[in-house]
């Protein structure tokens, strides 16, 4: 069974960074994309952003132009760096490996940004 590990989550100032990183225990077969999303308390789960394999890149409203999405494909690992990071980014951050018929969530890392 894969398991995703998340780290790089914790608390900052407002206008501070993070940088997500999340890691495959294993290399997942017929890989197509990995992400990353976002749950506020009482929200639902939101879209942050996504890498194919391939290396096309999209981003969710709220991240564009803050935050940066890349991946080491040899490490099964996919990093997002947040900049200028704002209150409202806080939650728990979740990544996402997307394979062929399959779907792979880690366990979440919390990011608080206080004003």
């Known amino acids: 069974q894969v398991q995703l590990v998340e780290s790089g989550g914790g608390l900052v100032q407002a206008g501070g960074s993070l940088r997500l990183s999340c890691t495959a225990s294993?290399?997942?077969?017929?890989?197509?994309?990995m992400g990353w999303y976002r749950q506020a308390p009482g929200n639902q789960r939101d879209f942050v952003a996504r890498?194919?394999?391939?290396?096309?890149?999209n981003y969710g409203d709220s991240a564009k132009g803050r935050f940066t999405i890349s991946s080491d494909n040899a490490k099964n690992t996919v990093y997002l760096q947040m900049d200028s990071l704002k209150p409202e980014d806080t939650g728990v951050y979740y990544c996402k490996f997307t394979a062929s018929g399959d779907l792979y969530w880690g366990q979440g890392t919390q990011v608080t940004v206080s004003s």
């Open positions: 294993r290399t997942i077969y017929r890989l197509t994309s």
């Open positions: 890498i194919t394999r391939g290396g096309s890149i």
